[in-house]
């Protein structure tokens, strides 16, 4: 079974108890958490060693889980998950349950991509568009990329939404290399 099916298969278990405990966000940022410092590179090396005796392996989980004061739920799901070998998945886990509890709750994530850092309006407007076009609720992960020169960049569900003026320009360059101009284009600023 790939590592993809066996993630999907812990985050849905670990989901439907959640659901029925009425804790889906809260058990998700739990099991993000969780994710974050098991999957550390100082970390996952150590408790995925072959040379960790299994015992020590439950008991270095245990002692994390608790350290991080992690609901009893979600201290069981990592010694579980502890138990049948799968530390290593746990980052996949935490990403399938994420997933899942999006498409649970009717929601997708946009990479949305400034020029400058925008306003609280100006992410309002893109998130109501993007929310028009998914039919879904959208959560915006912003980031900044001053090559785009302005406008913005937004991905959603596999698609890519570009009206940066950096690719309106080299559109614009395309098209002007077609009309016999020989693509030169020289932009001044």
Known sequence: MTSTKVAR??????????????????WGAELERLAQV????????????????????????????????????????????ARHGRLAEMAAIAQAYRD????????????????????REELATVVEALERVSGKKVIPQVEVDASLIGGV???????????SVANRLLILQRELGRDGYGGRLAVQG
């Open 100 to 119: 899942l509890l999006d498409r649970h709750l009717g929601r997708t994530r946009a990479r949305i991509t400034f020029a400058a850092k925008p306003s």
């Open 38 to 81: 098991i999957s550390s590179p100082e970390l996952l090396p150590r408790l995925t060693s072959p040379e960790l005796p299994d015992q020590q392996r439950l008991e270095a989980v245990t002692l994390i889980a608790s350290r991080m004061e992690l609901s009893f739920p979600l201290r069981s799901f990592a010694v579980v998950v």
């Open 153 to 163: 960049v937004a991905e959603l569900e596999g698609r890519t939404y570009d009206a």
């Open 9 to 26: 298969r812990y985050a849905q278990a670990l989901l439907e108890l959640a659901a029925d405990q009425g804790q889906l966000e809260k």
